[in-house]
């Protein structure tokens, strides 16, 4: 069974250099996730994590996100075949916030509008420019 | 005086494929944004804006955020000397997230603990690592 419960940090320094995970979830009970290419580093998404998402996918890993919209556990790519694979996962400072760097699989890309990575558009005085790459 | 209101879009479409920038802040007005290096990639720190962060960051192309623990705005750097350039700002399909690709400056750090990225530890199992880069 997937642990879905994590430790308290007992001090800040702790939190900031303890080698414990004690991730800060907020008061709905999500950590913020950054997704970004293994190989590439681009930034494919940023997304949302419950205490089981997050064990899912350090026990699995494969990315599991917390779908705020449908307010369920999300095992990304199970329907599109976007499977991420987890190379590496990084928490910062605070552990409010997770870095997955992954290999997409599928078609490879990451974003439900077909784009491969969530962020497509620049932002140029008021207006949004969909980028080259 | 810096805009801080921002339209909202009319349908879905427009949100995730128009030219407007219509931000969707959460139920505390606030907006997730991912801050990389605009020359190295690296994920530098995950932080939130509000409407007045993110109008400020895109008037005078520094970041600005707004803190959660201070409750106000934050101009990255300010006492720091870590002032952050934006080169270019993103936003994501549903603009729920905004990315900006910057250029760290003051000692090129941007973590509060002296690390040049708030990332520095790896999860492996249940321990963090320090990172070695």
Redesign the interface.
């Known amino acids: 069974m997937t642990q879905t419960t994590f430790p308290t940090a007992a001090s800040k320094h702790e939190l ?6 004690s991730p800060r979830f907020d008061a709905n009970g999500l950590i ?1 996730a ?1 997704t ?1 290419h293994a190989e590439t ?3 494919l ?2 997304a949302w994590m419950n205490a089981e998402a997050l064990a899912k996918t ?1 026990e699995t890993r494969e990315a599991h996100y917390f779908s705020r919209s449908r307010n369920e556990l999300w095992h990304k790519g199970a329907t599109s075949g976007q499977i991420q694979q987890v190379v ?7 552990q409010d ?3 997955l760097k992954v290999l997409p699989q599928g078609d490879g890309g990451a ?3 077909g ?1 491969r990575s ?6 140029e ?5 969909r ?1 080259a790459d």
Chains 1, 2 share one sequence.
């Open positions: 900031e250099h303890g080698v414990a995970l913020a950054v970004t580093g681009e930034l998404m940023l350090l590496e996962a990084r928490i910062d400072c605070d916030a997770v870095w974003c439900h509008t784009a969530c962020f497509y558009r620049i932002v005085k008021d207006q949004l420019v980028a």
